[in-house]
């Protein structure tokens, strides 16, 4: 890829896809080949299981910290999260944008109704390295009936303020979906 295409297919100017690509290549995801333009680095790969890793582990923590908080009687008003879970359980098929939609606005209830600021800003940073590709996850009936199971099991341990089994059954959703998004799409990249 180069920069100017970037910015004309963006409909924007170089200036931005410059420094996002700077960015990109700091941190190792891309590296740029004289004359011939910018290409994936080699630990582009390693750096998303790396992050998926992470996130495994933060977002198991924040499903931990709400169910405490919900058990404690800490928590008023869950409705951030009790939404999302009802759309989930709903079968009616939604675009793809709203499924995508749906999917983050669970994830932030939770990281939010932890109380934990850090979690909450750590993984606001991970999830930039798979935003960009988590809607062609999403996408996959299978994936997407397989996340919304697995989803409606850590909302029911949170309201039922079971900690233990809210973070393992969190943990073990972003590992399988990061191992989803790592090997069910190989020729289109990572996908979350």
């Keep these: 890829m180069t920069e100017r295409v970037t910015a004309g297919e963006l409909g924007i100017s170089t200036t931005p896809v410059k420094e996002a690509l700077r960015r990109l290549e700091n941190e190792g ?3 740029t ?3 011939r333009g910018i290409v994936v680095g080699e630990n582009a790969l390693t750096s998303f299981e790396q992050v998926i890793t992470v996130r495994a582990w933060l977002e198991g923590l924040a499903a931990r910290l709400c169910a405490v ?3 404690a009687g800490e928590l008023d ?3 951030a999260l009790t939404g999302p879970l009802a759309l989930m ?4 098929l939604r675009p793809v944008d709203e499924i995508v939609e749906i999917n983050a606005n669970f994830h932030d209830a939770i990281r939010e109704l932890s109380g934990n600021r850090v979690i909450v800003q ?3 940073t991970l999830l930039g390295v798979d935003a960009a590709v988590r809607k062609r996850a999403l996408s996959d009936p299978d994936e997407l009936q397989r996340g919304n199971a697995e989803h409606i099991d850590v909302g029911d341990a949170i309201l039922d303020g079971d900690a233990d089994r809210a973070e393992a059954l969190m943990r073990s959703h972003v590992l399988r979906s990061g191992d989803h998004t790592l090997h069910a799409h190989p020729a289109e990249g990572p996908v979350s």
Excluded: E
């Excluded at 359980?89 to 009616?92: R, W």
């Design 29 to 31: 995801f891309v590296r």
């Design 33 to 35: 080949i004289p004359r």
């Design 69 to 71: 908080r919900v058990a």
């Design 77 to 79: 008003d869950v409705s």
């Design 89 to 92: 359980k709903d079968p009616i």
């Design 122 to 124: 750590f993984v606001g």
